[in-house]
């Protein structure tokens, strides 16, 4: 199972206009929780649970709602 780790930079992309893309990166993490830092200051830095499927953990930083994005630790 693919997860998140410490120092690495994620990225994320909105399902609706591929062009518009949010990174961030892992400062901390727990064994159910995530701590995120923005890389970029437009937005905010965050704190997510860790969800899990068969391809490795993921999260929803800005939210879980219809067609939000989601940033994977396989990605």
Do not use: H, I
């Not at 994620?10 to 890389?39: D, G, H, I, N």
């Not at 860790?50 to 800005?62: A, I, M, Q, R, V």
């Amino acid at each position: 199972m693919t997860k998140f780790k410490v120092g690495e930079k994620y990225s994320m992309f909105s399902p609706c206009q591929y062009s518009c893309t949010w990174e961030y990166e892992v400062v901390k993490r727990t064994e159910k929780s995530v701590f995120l830092k923005a890389t970029e200051d437009t937005y905010k830095d965050k704190v997510c649970r860790l969800k899990t499927d068969s391809n490795g953990e993921y999260c929803y930083p800005l939210g879980r709602y219809s067609m939000c994005p989601v940033l994977r630790a396989g990605r």
